[in-house]
């Protein structure tokens, strides 16, 4: 066993601005279908290949310099979150930008998601936000959940959307319905950082100082985070 886990030992490689970074800090990290490397910081977006690097800025047709988050949908199309202009979408050679002028009212965006049937969900600093066409419409989520910070998102098997907020609420929302998911007793409050549904259907949420996980029974276990 021992040398079974040898043999799949993988080769690390450190990237620094020697490799086109344009600075050290990353706030999203993307592999594509291709095997390209997305890497967005708060000075821009790089894509990392094995014939180098490539800086998308102002100068390609990408406003955003505080990259928050990133999505590659169903057609091979990237999406790109930011801090402070909306969301771009680069596809092939072509860059797209959404704002306040496509439906999006706050600009400040932190996590991204597609649904089942290929839509993309926007989580900003002041709601749910969903693709319609070439423009974006806020989800109808009943209140306080329509004007929160949405900080996570992640959908299941059945097409439901878990959601998280800077507060550390939780809830999944599915043919307008949101069902509220109290996390464990005992869990401080906190931002929920992350959001993943895995293959058996488990949902995992990341908080600063804990990793959580839920059953599909809604039973919820405390995991262990390494030092």
Not at 77 to 96: D, F, H, K, M, T
Not at 114 to 129: A, K, M, P, Y
Request: hydrophobic share 35%.
């Amino acid at each position: 066993l021992a040398g079974s886990l040898r043999a799949q030992d993988l080769a690390m490689r450190h990237f620094d601005n020697r490799d086109g970074l344009p600075q050290s800090q990353i706030w999203a990290l993307l592999e594509d279908r291709q095997g390209f490397i997305w890497a967005g910081t708060s000075d821009g977006l790089v894509r990392l290949g094995p014939n180098g690097s490539q800086l998308f800025d102002s100068a390609d047709g990408l406003k955003a310099k505080y990259v928050t988050c990133l999505l590659e949908d169903r057609e091979g199309s990237i999406w790109v979150g930011s801090q402070e202009r909306g969301i771009a979408r680069i596809r092939g050679r072509q860059i797209s930008s959404f704002g306040v002028n496509e439906g999006i009212q706050n600009e400040a965006i932190h996590c991204l998601a597609e649904t089942r049937q290929g839509g993309v969900l926007v989580g900003s600093h002041q709601g749910l936000f969903q693709t319609r066409e070439e423009r974006f419409e806020q989800v109808p989520l009943p209140e306080p959940w329509r004007s929160e910070s949405i900080t996570a998102l992640t959908v299941d098997a059945e097409d439901g959307v878990w959601i998280g907020t800077r507060k550390g609420t939780l809830a999944r929302w599915k043919d307008s319905r949101l069902e509220e998911a109290s996390l464990p007793p005992g869990t401080e409050p906190g931002a929920i950082l992350d959001l993943k549904v895995d293959p058996s259907g488990l949902l995992w949420a990341l908080q600063t100082e804990r990793l959580l996980k839920r059953t599909k029974e809604g039973v919820w276990s405390v995991e262990s985070l390494p030092d």
